[in-house]
């Protein structure tokens, strides 16, 4: 029960009421100032919601008062005697006249970003709604491997897989949980995934008949030890014909007859083709990060209320960066002129300006290096901070390690849109046409100054 607020009969003349909440009795645990005197109305206000602490500034000097706009309904309107509260009755509608302002209690999530999107026309219903599948199994997975420990979800599934690959049990299962969420979509048309041999064709599709590619969990071998891991994904705009493949998948014997065929290279486009494309990390905090061509946005899991919400928009890249990320056991089975670019960078500065270099000359700033053994991990940070990633061929993997389709193409969109780069060392890899789904190339990736620096040493 509100106190302080007197019932008055719905006179709001306006086609929104405006309803007073008097939440000091719902304060949160969440401190705040109250000066609660039940005649004027004046209370403690701590928070709409039990989790978003809100200042006292709705209006005026000294309101302490929240409020929400709510759609006409025929209800008595709770409205407090206090003049204050027409006085903010009148910003209100002042302020709905010159448009209305944004709330400061309207919370951004990823929904509400998607359906923005598709207003602005950037996606159509079908897309927003793929996506939308696409990260509820990725809060499904990040669940999972928190949990992993816990239910007996770490180890081997004890089978080799297609990348042959000691396959993970968490590996298999998400896998399975990104297939279903994609099915249950119904909007999704042709699968194609690192852990299977052949893309998917989904039956239960009956309508927008997208392709999509994921990496499921990019990054396996750092579950068992709960470090980062993620999970990658594109999608590709739907093809013309309905890709009816049904082989059987286990079926070792199995040749592709013609339409099994044309079902691969539907899936099997160059990355410039991507409509969207993204990635989750699993780490510290479980985050989306999203472009659908119009720039790249990032979104945190609120675990309190299990949403992704809005936390960065626009991300840039730093044009270049001090931080240079390879694997540098491989060393010796790198080509001459990769060994000459990683010996260099340990003796010339690197060109970063960042603002908390403590030494103020940039000149003598040294390159420093990471390697997480997650490329959604490394992506991430170089994303913020700048600097390069890279995952080359050596004497032992000719064509690489990382996979064309859903872990380069993806990653290189998401960089290209936030102003990076990404190459084989000698193409764009966005222009790259994959020859099969498991395709793999070298690849190196980063801030556009630290990329082409590394190309001119590979020409
Ligand atoms: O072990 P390497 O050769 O350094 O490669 C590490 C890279 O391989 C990967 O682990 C490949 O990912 P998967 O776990 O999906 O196979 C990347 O996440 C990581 O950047």
Same mark, same amino acid.
């Given at each position: 029960?509100?106190?302080?607020?007197?019932?008055?009969?719905?006179?709001?003349?306006?086609?929104?009421?405006?309803?007073?909440?008097?939440?000091?009795?719902?304060?949160?645990?969440?401190?705040?100032?109250?000066?609660?005197?039940?005649?004027?109305?004046?209370?403690?206000?701590?928070? /709409?919601?039990?989790?978003?602490?809100?200042?006292?500034?709705?209006?005026? &000097?000294?309101?302490?008062?929240?409020? *929400?706009?709510?759609?006409?309904?025929?209800?008595?309107?709770?409205?407090?005697?206090? =003049?204050?509260?027409?006085?903010?009755?009148? =910003?209100?509608? $002042?302020?709905?006249?010159?448009?209305?302002?944004?709330?400061?209690? #309207?919370?951004?999530? *990823?929904?509400?970003?998607?359906?923005?999107?598709?207003?602005?026309?950037?996606?159509?219903?079908?897309?927003?709604?793929?996506?939308?599948?696409?990260? *509820? &199994?990725?809060?499904?997975?990040?669940?999972?491997?928190?949990?992993?420990?816990?239910?007996?979800?770490?180890?081997?599934?004890?089978? /080799?897989?297609?990348?042959?690959?000691?396959?993970?049990?968490?590996?298999?299962?998400?896998?399975?949980?990104?297939?279903?969420?994609?099915?249950?979509?119904?909007?999704?048309?042709?699968?194609?995934?690192?852990?299977?041999?052949?893309?998917?064709?989904?039956? $239960?599709?009956?309508?927008?008949?997208? =392709?999509?590619?994921?990496?499921?969990?990019?990054?396996?071998?750092?579950?068992?030890?709960?470090?980062?891991?993620?999970?990658?994904?594109?999608?590709?705009?739907?093809?013309?014909?309905?890709?009816?493949?049904?082989?059987?998948?286990?079926?070792?014997?199995?040749?592709? +007859?013609?339409?099994?065929?044309?079902?691969?290279?539907?899936?099997?486009?160059? !990355?410039?083709?991507?409509?969207?494309?993204?990635?989750?990390?699993?780490?510290?905090?479980?985050?989306?990060?999203?472009?659908?061509?119009?720039?790249?946005?990032?979104?945190?899991?609120?675990?309190?209320? !299990?949403?992704?919400?809005? =936390?960065?928009?626009?991300?840039?890249?730093?044009?270049?960066?001090?931080?240079?990320?390879?694997?540098?056991?491989?060393?010796?089975?790198?080509?001459?002129?990769?060994?000459?670019?990683?010996?260099?960078?340990?003796?010339?500065?690197?060109?970063?300006?960042?603002?908390?270099?403590?030494?103020?000359?940039?000149?003598?700033?040294?390159?420093?290096?990471?390697?997480? +053994?997650? *490329?959604?991990?490394?992506?991430?940070?170089?994303?913020?901070?700048?600097?390069?990633? +890279?995952?080359?061929?050596?004497?032992?993997?000719?064509? +690489?390690?990382?996979?064309?389709?859903?872990?380069?193409?993806?990653?290189?969109?998401?960089?290209?849109?936030?102003?990076?780069?990404?190459?084989? !060392?000698?193409?764009?890899?966005?222009? /790259?046409?994959?020859? #099969?789904?498991?395709?793999?190339?070298?690849?190196?990736?980063?801030?556009?100054?630290?990329?082409?620096?590394?190309?001119?040493?590979?020409?």
């Amino acid at each position: 029960m509100m106190n302080g607020a007197m019932p008055t009969s719905s006179s709001s003349s306006s086609s929104w009421q405006l309803l007073h909440f008097i939440t000091s009795s719902m304060s949160m645990n969440i401190s705040s100032s109250s000066s609660s005197s039940s005649s004027n109305c004046r209370s403690s206000i701590s928070s /709409i919601s039990p989790f978003y602490p809100i200042s006292n500034s709705v209006s005026g &000097a000294n309101n302490n008062l929240s409020l *929400l706009l709510l759609p006409q309904t025929n209800k008595k309107t709770y409205r407090c005697a206090s =003049t204050q509260v027409q006085e903010v009755t009148k =910003t209100n509608n $002042e302020n709905r006249k010159v448009g209305r302002r944004k709330s400061q209690f #309207e919370i951004e999530n *990823l929904t509400s970003w998607l359906l923005k999107q598709e207003r602005q026309g950037n996606i159509d219903a079908e897309l927003t709604i793929v996506l939308s599948s696409i990260s *509820l &199994a990725c809060k499904q997975i990040s669940s999972l491997l928190q949990r992993a420990t816990i239910s007996e979800l770490t180890g081997s599934q004890g089978y /080799i897989n297609v990348q042959g690959e000691d396959q993970r049990k968490l590996d298999f299962i998400a896998n399975q949980v990104f297939c279903d969420c994609l099915r249950s979509s119904g909007r999704t048309g042709i699968i194609a995934s690192e852990e299977e041999e052949v893309p998917i064709a989904v039956e $239960e599709t009956y309508s927008g008949n997208y =392709t999509v590619v994921f990496d499921p969990i990019d990054g396996s071998s750092n579950i068992d030890t709960a470090l980062t891991t993620g999970s990658i994904f594109g999608i590709y705009t739907p093809q013309d014909h309905q890709c009816i493949a049904d082989y059987d998948t286990n079926d070792q014997s199995m040749t592709l +007859g013609e339409e099994e065929q044309r079902c691969v290279v539907s899936v099997c486009q160059p !990355g410039r083709n991507l409509l969207a494309a993204g990635y989750c990390m699993y780490s510290s905090s479980v985050i989306f990060v999203l472009s659908v061509g119009k720039g790249v946005f990032s979104f945190t899991l609120d675990p309190m209320y !299990g949403e992704f919400v809005l =936390t960065q928009k626009n991300i840039q890249i730093p044009k270049s960066g001090k931080i240079y990320s390879f694997n540098e056991a491989n060393y010796q089975l790198w080509d001459d002129k990769l060994k000459k670019y990683i010996d260099d960078l340990k003796v010339m500065p690197c060109n970063s300006k960042d603002n908390d270099n403590a030494n103020a000359n940039n000149n003598n700033k040294r390159y420093s290096a990471r390697y997480i +053994g997650c *490329l959604v991990g490394e992506i991430h940070r170089t994303l913020l901070y700048g600097g390069i990633y +890279g995952n080359p061929a050596n004497i032992k993997r000719k064509e +690489g390690n990382l996979r064309l389709l859903y872990e380069c193409a993806p990653m290189s969109y998401l960089v290209e849109q936030a102003g990076g780069k990404a190459t084989d !060392g000698h193409r764009r890899i966005l222009d /790259i046409e994959p020859d #099969e789904i498991h395709q793999r190339v070298p690849f190196f990736i980063g801030s556009p100054e630290e990329v082409e620096k590394l190309e001119k040493y590979l020409a």
